[in-house]
């Protein structure tokens, strides 16, 4: 399949989104392994364009190239999973994403084809598969282990990413009198939970971690049958693994004891189209990862003031 004719049909996927399901592209690193990216995230699928690679770079850049008139890194995605480096393979593929409100290219060794996965198919890899953070998600495709890849972990090893709030933001939060403060994060990526973390404990809010929509349902739901337990706001990842934010938010918002609750999707996703299923399924806000000061200002406005 020819890459126009492969991200032609990237329409017709979307029509997945908001029903736990997701295309996966899939590709590989230089052995028979497969690897997958939200196709949601994937922009172009490019041959390995003229590259220049600039002294101080990372190592697991192979460098940059003009897109479209915009200068975008490349990282080589083989190299920093552990495999030969593709940066002087004339055969390797560009795959151009954005996400997080960034753009750059992934180098690998060829793409394969996009897959439709539902989100029960998904599962956290076990530590066991060797894979560490790099990898978010496993799934099985013909018989064949399908690994996702964190991208958004990639970045993060690459060029750190603020968790701070600015100082009237702080002032803010340390002197609103809030009714409740203890907020869901829900996140598959260890990276995201921790900024999240870090960030509500600057703002003396306590934190309950879920590391997907399913876990989470099921915490909200116990929660639900003991007032003492309960949380302000949930704060949740899109694209996670057995449930995810869109169907999370559904759940929700259709359990009488839950469907009160504050939810704010906070993902690496973006767009009009992520933006209308956000309203649609019925979520307060989307906030794109990672801004530090919407969030923390938006969270404080949702939980609102306590009314003692």
């Not at 560009?94 to 084809?113: K, N, P, Y």
Request: aromatic share 6%.
């Amino acid at each position: 399949m020819s890459t126009t004719a492969l991200l032609d049909s990237v329409e017709s996927h979307t029509r997945l989104a908001g029903h736990n399901r997701v295309a996966m592209l899939l590709f590989r690193l230089g052995d028979k392994q497969l690897f997958g990216i939200n196709v949601f995230k994937v922009r172009e699928v490019l041959r390995r364009p003229l590259m220049e690679k600039l002294p101080g770079m990372h190592e697991w850049l192979a460098g940059s190239f003009d897109y479209r008139g915009k200068t975008i890194p490349v990282i080589d995605l083989a190299a920093a999973m552990g495999y030969p480096s593709l940066a002087a393979s004339a055969s390797a593929h560009v795959v151009v994403t954005e996400f997080s409100r960034s753009m750059q290219g992934f180098l690998v060794a060829d793409f394969q084809r996009i897959v439709h996965c539902t989100g029960e198919s998904l599962e956290a890899p076990s530590v066991t598969l060797g894979f560490g953070n790099r990898v978010n998600a496993v799934s099985r495709i013909d018989g064949q282990l399908m690994a996702v890849i964190d991208v958004e972990q990639m970045l993060a090893s690459i060029e750190e990413v603020t968790a701070e709030i600015s100082p009237h933001i702080q002032q803010q939060a340390e002197h609103c009198q809030l009714a409740i403060r203890r907020i869901m994060v829900v996140d598959d990526s260890v990276v995201a939970r921790g900024r999240l973390v870090n960030l509500f404990k600057r703002m003396n809010i306590e934190c309950i971690i879920a590391q997907d929509g399913r876990e989470a349902l099921e915490q909200l739901t116990a929660m639900a049958e003991d007032d003492g337990e309960r949380v302000g706001v949930v704060i949740s990842d899109i694209e996670m693994p057995r449930l995810d934010g869109y169907a999370l938010t559904r759940a929700i918002r259709e359990t009488p004891a839950l469907r009160q609750l504050k939810v704010v999707l906070h993902s690496s996703l973006s767009g009009v189209f992520n933006e209308a299923l956000v309203r649609d399924v019925g979520a307060d806000q989307f906030i794109a990862k990672f801004q530090p000061d919407l969030l923390a200002k938006t969270v404080l406005e949702l939980m609102g003031p306590s009314t003692n």
